[in-house]
């Protein structure tokens, strides 16, 4: 029932900027924070940001602060990460994930969508 499909990712140059989009679908999606998590190769998952369910109040990973954006607009029941001034260590599969019942910090993740590939290079 419960879907969340990323998309928006692609192969870019340092410095350059993508916008990531996460469609939800079989659940309420404003009653529920979001979150975005990365997996570099060869390496494990690294929280990148999060959302409150009404999208008024967000947090950032230290590696990503002041260069990534997350919002949401309720309404289209669609979360977004605004990636700006990409490094090459942004270099991951990036994913959605939906906070559980009952969840805030830290989260415990319910659902999660399939990844969206993100390459930094030159």
């Known amino acids: 029932e419960v879907q969340l499909v990323e998309s928006g990712g692609g192969l870019v140059q340092p410095g350059g900027s993508l916008r990531l989009s996460c469609a939800a679908s079989?659940?309420?999606?404003?009653?529920?924070?979001m979150s975005w998590v990365r997996q570099a190769p060869g390496k494990g998952l690294e929280w990148v940001s999060a959302?409150?369910?009404?999208?008024?109040?967000?947090s950032y990973a230290d590696s990503v602060k002041g260069r990534f954006t997350i919002s949401r607009d309720n309404a289209k029941n669609t979360l977004y990460l605004q990636m700006n001034s990409l490094k090459p260590e942004d270099t991951a599969v990036y994913y959605c994930?939906?906070?559980?019942?009952?969840?805030?910090?830290?989260?415990?993740?319910?659902?999660w969508g399939q990844g969206t590939q993100v390459t930094v290079s030159s």
């Open positions: 079989g659940f309420t999606f404003s009653s529920y924070a």
């Open positions: 994930a939906k906070f559980g019942d009952g969840s805030s910090w830290p989260a415990k993740y319910d659902y």
């Open positions: 959302i409150n369910s009404g999208g008024g109040s967000t």
